[in-house]
């Protein structure tokens, strides 16, 4: 039923195009307007326009179609010649027995005085038909290619965003993991040290696992800043608890959030950067997370002592997938600088609403 319907729309709308093109165009461009002239015009562009329409559509649907799919010409020229042929017969008929005057007249001349009037012979007529009847093969050919190019550009459109699609997902899976060991580690040290924040530990970690299962994978999916900035927040609270120094970590946020979107994750390695190769227990060096939203752009900034510590073999990808994501997320609409002093490290995002 959706099939049929839309070959009907396409028929309508093929139909209005060609009759403005055939008829409509030479109309418009017709310098006398008597009753005489636009009759004519009436039946050599408007009624017999219509008749060119047919074997056109024809072919547009149900010959050149299974051509381009077995390129096979014997096939084609065996459909194509006799609907042709056929087509400027039965116009030569019709205006043979109806529209002598308006179709086939080519003048008169005089003989032994005697007016007499000259038409277009069958032959003549057939001849110059030919030439018509190939310009409506061709416009078919042409209409087709140009469809088959719309589909082919709306596939290609398609197969690129199922990559960017797939390629974002992969990127956020990875930061993912990377989180969740992180984290686990983290809890695990608090174990072994039998520390009563064990619990509120284990319930922040659920409620961030909990916000990052819930994002939709979607390449275009942009969650609310304001729940960004709780789930920072929820993860400072994390390495709070773990370091137990409440002065290790100073996080300024502006005092009223605008209404704007972002995608989601993707500020995070930023601060767990900051957490796994920084200081975060000495209050005269702490990590510093800065945030500034306006209407306009987003700021976000954090600073961090860099650990005499050797660093964890895991954190190598974060920061790395985040440049890839930012890409393909906010092509041309973002700017990162990462300074890698000997003693201090700083990453500061922009990007452009």
């Not at 049929?4 to 165009?25: A, D, P, Q, S």
């Not at 087709?144 to 709306?154: A, Q, T, V």
């Not at 530990?201 to 659920?206: D, G, N, V, Y």
Request: include cysteine.
């Amino acid at each position: 039923m959706h099939n049929t319907r839309k070959n009907i729309v396409e028929l309508l709308v093929l139909l209005l195009v060609w009759m403005l093109l055939v008829y409509g165009l030479n109309v418009a461009m017709a310098v006398k307007r008597t009753p005489e002239l636009q009759w004519k015009m009436f039946i050599n562009y408007g009624f017999f326009g219509l008749l060119n329409f047919i074997p056109f559509y024809i072919y547009l649907r149900w010959i050149i179609p299974p051509f381009l799919q077995k390129n096979n010409w014997v096939k084609l020229l065996s459909l194509l010649l006799p609907l042709m042929l056929g087509t400027i017969v039965l116009k030569y008929l019709i205006a043979d027995h109806f529209f002598r005057e308006e179709v086939l007249f080519s003048g008169y001349r005089y003989e032994h005085r005697e007016k007499v009037f000259l038409y277009v012979s069958a032959t003549n007529y057939f001849i110059s038909s030919l030439w018509g009847g190939a310009v409506i093969v061709l416009a078919a050919f042409s209409y087709r290619f140009f469809i088959l190019w719309l589909e082919e550009d709306k596939r290609r459109a398609i197969l690129q965003q199922q990559q960017l699609q797939a390629e974002s997902g992969f990127l956020k899976m990875q930061l993912n993991s990377h989180f969740l060991i992180n984290s686990l580690n983290s809890i695990y040290s608090l174990a072994l040290m039998d520390s009563p924040e064990v619990v509120r530990a284990h319930k922040t970690l659920t409620d961030l696992l909990a916000y990052m299962v819930e994002q939709p994978s979607d390449i275009g999916y942009r969650a609310p800043i304001a729940e960004e900035i709780r789930y920072l927040q929820d993860f400072v609270t994390l390495q709070r608890i773990r370091t137990g120094c409440q002065e290790g970590i100073v996080f300024r946020l502006p005092e009223q959030v605008p209404d704007k979107e972002i995608a989601p994750l993707l500020l995070v390695p930023f601060v767990e950067n900051a957490f796994k190769h920084g200081v975060t227990n000495r209050p005269e060096k702490p990590v510093r997370i800065t945030l500034e939203c306006t209407q306009q752009q987003m700021v976000f900034t954090v600073h961090n002592y860099i650990s005499g510590y050797q660093r964890d073999k895991t954190g190598g990808i974060g920061l790395d997938n985040v440049r890839k994501r930012l890409q393909l997320l906010y092509p041309g609409r973002h700017e990162l600088e990462i300074l890698d002093m000997k003693e201090e490290y700083c990453s500061n995002l922009v990007i452009n609403w």
